[in-house]
Nanobody, 121 residues
């Protein structure tokens, strides 16, 4: 019913930048909060950033001041601008969205398939 597709991952040098995108599609009536999480091998998925429909944002301390989350409600898309990247930012980044599916009465969480960000050194 709903698909989230991330893009924009890749190799990056320390200090570099990347911009991740996540587009939601399907039978969508509305999307509330959207966010980014990340996961490294052997570890649990951890919160990175989130944004509400009206643009209120929240960041993990580890990325605050370096990452910026934004969204385009008309395109059902959320972005993560990552600057001053560090080796410890290497992870698979997952997008999450709270979606009200058409003909439904409650929001449900959906996850994307992930996009990998890798330190090139």
């Amino acid at each position: 019913q709903v698909q989230l597709v991330e893009s924009g991952g890749g190799l990056v040098q320390p200090g570099g930048s990347l911009r991740l995108s996540c587009a939601a599609s399907g039978s969508i009536s509305s999307i509330d909060a959207m966010g980014w999480y990340r996961q490294t091998p052997g570890n649990e998925r951890e919160f990175a950033a989130a944004i509400t429909r009206i643009g209120s944002t929240n960041y993990a301390d580890s990325v605050k001041g370096r990452f910026t989350i934004s969204r385009d409600n008309a395109k059902n898309t959320v972005y993560l601008q990552m600057n001053s990247l560090k080796p410890e930012d290497t992870a698979v980044y997952y997008c999450k969205a709270d979606v009200l599916v058409s003909n439904s009465t409650h929001y449900m969480y959906y996850w994307g398939q992930g996009t990998k960000v890798t330190d090139s050194t």
